[in-house]
């Protein structure tokens, strides 16, 4: 004749040396259980057990039992109840499961078997779904990621780019540069570059300009308003023909 009541005993002793702070003894009338005998409730989380037991659990399940007068030779009577976050539809659904498990292994102490299998349980349950939104949040993080989109620079957009460029420095650089030398005739003329090679542009932005210097400046350059005739915008027009020159043969060879 089976033993029930040392089997039950032994099966508890057990559950409480491999749960620990997870398995403990409650009142009847906490279990939810038609029953005034000794019941229990073991916490259980979607957790592995090498994982971080620091981090907060998204749920929390308590499996509730209690050993009928001929278990393990009947099923036991079970309840589950959501401490955080379980739905009441899952619960109906892993009570039915847990309940079909037990029919399964009559004959043999099976608590620790539930215990197992409501643990997986959990894990397809919550922890997919949990990867899931973390995969749609890392998604949603990816559109999110602005592009930037501009022109493709080129050897053609460059030299272009390249010549606007220059001969905006050209036209400042005409602006810095003495009436004198802009009102000579052209074949006196100096150009933007001659003139600051010469070290006149220098000359004019000292705090104090050589008198003599002067002088001979002015009988170098010839003051003919006659022959006035080019702006800036005719200097700029002149300079960006010599540069399309010069651009063409940079680009050829480029090529």
């Not at 057990?14 to 403990?24: G, P, R, S």
């Not at 036991?76 to 309940?99: F, M, Q």
């Not at 501009?150 to 540069?177: C, H, I, N, Q, S």
Request: aromatic share 6%; glycine share 4%.
């Amino acid at each position: 004749m089976t033993d029930h009541v040392q089997e039950q005993e032994m099966e508890i002793e057990a559950l409480e040396a491999i749960l620990m702070d997870e398995f403990k003894e409650i009142h009847s009338g906490e279990s939810g259980l038609n029953t005034s005998n000794r019941c229990f409730q073991i916490t259980l989380s979607p957790q592995d057990d090498d994982a971080d037991q620091s981090t907060t659990t998204p749920v929390l399940l308590g499996l509730i039992f209690s050993h009928t007068e001929k278990y393990p030779d009947e099923s036991p009577l079970l309840n589950v109840k959501s401490i955080r976050g379980v739905h009441t539809s899952d619960l109906k659904i892993l009570k039915e499961k847990l309940e079909q498990e037990a029919s399964e292994n009559l004959g043999m102490a099976m608590i620790y078997t539930l215990v197992t299998s409501a643990k997986e349980w959990l894990s397809e349950k919550y922890c997919q779904d949990a990867d899931a939104d973390d995969l749609e949040e890392e998604e949603s993080t990816k559109d999110e990621v602005i592009v930037p989109h501009g022109e493709p620079v080129t050897v053609d957009t460059f030299l272009a780019w390249r010549e606007r460029f220059e001969a905006e420095l050209a036209l400042e650089r005409a602006k810095l540069m003495p009436e004198s030398a802009l009102t000579a005739p052209k074949e006196k003329r100096l150009a933007g570059r001659q003139w600051f090679e010469s070290g006149r542009a220098t000359a004019k932005g000292a705090a104090h300009v050589n008198e003599e210097s002067e002088e001979e400046d002015e009988e170098d350059i010839d003051f003919d308003d006659d022959n006035f005739e080019d702006d800036e915008e005719d200097m700029l027009e002149h300079y960006l023909a010599e540069k399309s020159d010069s651009s063409t043969h940079s680009l050829k060879r480029i090529a």
